[in-house]
């Protein structure tokens, strides 16, 4: 299983941005799906959630109110909608999956960059 994370750019502060994530291999049936993001020189922090059932979603403090999180429309896809993006969103953005429960990641994604200027 793979995921595959997109959308990433450049952006200027107060624009807006998604990114796409979606996994890819054999079969499974993730239980949630979020994202973390990685600044540079900085630990990797959560950053959002949601599980599949019921579509709880989960965000941390610095985004919540700018940050969307959603189900796509295909099995084992999720989005970001990011909007009035400030620098300190700056980093580097990583899906997750859990076939456990939200909390539990077992499967982690490629990277993508999202740079945040002033």
């Known amino acids: 299983v793979q995921l595959q994370a997109s959308g990433g750019g450049l952006v200027q502060a107060g624009d807006s941005l998604t990114l796409s994530c979606a996994a890819t291999?054999?079969?499974?049936?993730?239980?949630?799906m979020g994202w973390f993001r990685q600044a540079p020189g900085k630990e990797r922090e959560y950053v959002a959630s949601?599980?599949?059932?019921?579509?709880?979603?989960y965000y941390t403090d610095s985004v919540k109110g700018r940050f969307t999180i959603s189900k796509g429309n295909a099995k084992n896809t999720v989005y970001l909608q990011m909007n009035s993006l400030k620098p300190e969103d700056t980093a580097v953005y990583y899906c997750?999956?859990?076939?456990?429960?939200?909390?539990?990641?077992?499967?982690w994604g490629q990277g993508t960059l999202v740079t945040v200027s002033s």
């Open positions: 997750v999956a859990t076939t456990y429960r939200v909390g539990v990641w077992d499967y």
């Open positions: 291999g054999r079969t499974f049936s993730a239980n949630g």
């Open positions: 949601i599980t599949w059932s019921g579509g709880l979603t």
